[in-house]
């Protein structure tokens, strides 16, 4: 099946899009992309790219046009800037630019901000071909929960466009249960919605991978965040829960990523003398396999107080892909599923002390105990979510969906 892949973001910048795409190129599908100069999150071109650099190139047998955008670099005023110059590129290209590529179906990765899967209506209007969407930010919740922007003229008109969006999508995809239930009291039965939930890369389970060694994390018995370093992990209140735990010098916090957050986690971490807290730069998903392998419990969370604290992080599955106990602070279908799945320790949403009791918690269990969850951890991953079972799903998906 030909596929018209829709997203501001792709490869080299890390979204779970990458995998889906290059899975199915790998199945036999033909996949066109169509996405922007890669600059996220660090907001600068990544080397061999800028504004006329690589228009058209070939990444692991997908074809992809990327189109000119300003980089969203620091500030809110750049970010507004990256998301409206990435819609004026796409519809100068929808309106003159030549695609010569006959796909069947168009498939649209709605990230922030909403607006870059606008076009996959315009395709579909043109071409005539089914459209799905898939849901992995909830808009306009996801930007009310971010920043200071809330109920108002600005967040009404985006519900007015996020309405449209869905109503002519011939399908939604959602990866949390939660969003099937919020998108309802939009639209109510209007489109059909899959509950598609994420999976781990192959990078995690398959050996043959060019995987990369990580250095050595501190001594004695760490805890590991990995990921984007931003206000919504509430990672000030990991914090708290590292103070709490400062008299039991065998914890540590161990921080991988970059992210806006990340010189406030500095400037609290030097504020409150915590040497428990340890930092380092962002590393690519090839050094992942290896972080996990060395990090005693991974931890995972997300600020509570709004439906997209309900999500389900893409960073769990990928935990329990490699047999990893997990740390949660987290609220929603993600809580429960640690429950569920026994893979685990949870508290909800900014419970820095039960967070603190937690850590203490697994700090203080034998190598049998850790190892028992570590296997749980696995199992419901292999029995649930293991990427040949969501691969099979969506390629059945697509080959009922009609116009």
């Known amino acids: 099946m030909n596929i018209l892949f829709i997203s501001q973001y792709f490869y080299p910048e890390n979204f779970k899009g990458n995998d889906l795409v290059f899975g199915l190129a790998k199945l036999g599908h033909k996949v066109l992309v169509i996405t922007g100069k890669p600059n996220y999150p660090k907001g600068e071109f990544y080397e061999g790219y800028g504004y006329f650099k690589k228009y058209r190139e070939e990444i692991n047998g997908v074809s992809v046009?990327?189109?000119?955008?300003?980089?969203?670099?620091?500030?809110?005023?750049?970010?507004?800037?990256?998301?409206?110059?990435?819609?004026?590129?796409?519809?100068?290209?929808?309106?003159?630019?030549?695609?010569?590529?006959?796909?069947?179906?168009?498939?649209?990765?709605?990230?922030?901000?909403v607006t870059s899967s606008f076009p996959g209506m315009w395709f579909k209007k043109k071409f005539k071909k089914p459209l799905i969407t898939w849901v992995l930010d909830l808009w306009p919740d996801s930007l009310t929960a971010n920043s200071n922007i809330k109920k108002g003229v600005v967040i009404n008109y985006l519900e007015k466009l996020v309405k449209k969006l869905y109503l002519r999508s011939d399908l939604l995809l959602v990866s949390s249960l939660s969003f099937k239930k919020a998108i309802e009291t939009k639209i109510g039965n209007s489109t059909p919605i899959e509950h598609f939930p994420n999976w781990a890369e192959d990078l995690f389970s398959n050996p043959n991978f060019d995987r990369k060694a990580f250095g050595d994390l501190p001594n004695g018995f760490n805890i590991v965040f990995a990921g984007n370093i931003g206000e919504a992990q509430d990672l000030d209140s990991v914090l708290k829960a590292a103070i709490e735990t400062k008299w039991k010098p065998n914890i540590n916090w161990v921080f991988v990523g970059d992210g806006r957050f990340k010189d406030q986690l500095i400037k609290i971490k030097e504020e409150n003398d915590l040497r428990n807290v340890f930092l380092f730069p962002v590393h690519t998903v090839e050094y992942m396999p290896s972080l996990y392998s060395k990090a005693n419990v991974m931890l995972l969370t997300l600020r509570g107080g709004?439906?997209?604290?309900?999500?389900?992080?893409?960073?769990?599955?990928?935990?329990?892909?490699?047999?990893?106990?997990?740390?949660?602070?987290?609220?929603?279908?993600?809580?429960?599923?640690?429950?569920?799945?026994?893979?685990?320790?949870?508290?909800?949403?900014?419970?820095?002390?039960d967070l603190a009791n937690n850590a203490i918690k697994f700090s203080e269990m034998s190598v049998e105990e850790l190892k028992k969850i570590e296997d749980t951890s696995l199992k419901y991953y292999n029995e649930h979510y293991s990427r040949e079972l969501l691969f099979a799903k969506f390629e059945k998906i697509i080959s009922e969906i009609r116009y």
């Open 306 to 353: 709004s439906l997209v604290s309900e999500t389900v992080p893409a960073k769990l599955q990928t935990y329990m892909s490699s047999g990893k106990a997990i740390l949660g602070m987290i609220s929603g279908d993600a809580n429960k599923i640690i429950l569920e799945s026994n893979c685990g320790l949870v508290s909800e949403a900014g419970d820095y002390e």
């Open 65 to 113: 046009i990327r189109l000119p955008l300003i980089p969203r670099k620091t500030g809110k005023i750049w970010l507004a800037l990256n998301y409206i110059s990435f819609y004026i590129s796409f519809l100068i290209f929808y309106l003159f630019g030549s695609l010569r590529f006959e796909f069947d179906i168009i498939l649209t990765q709605q990230l922030s901000p």
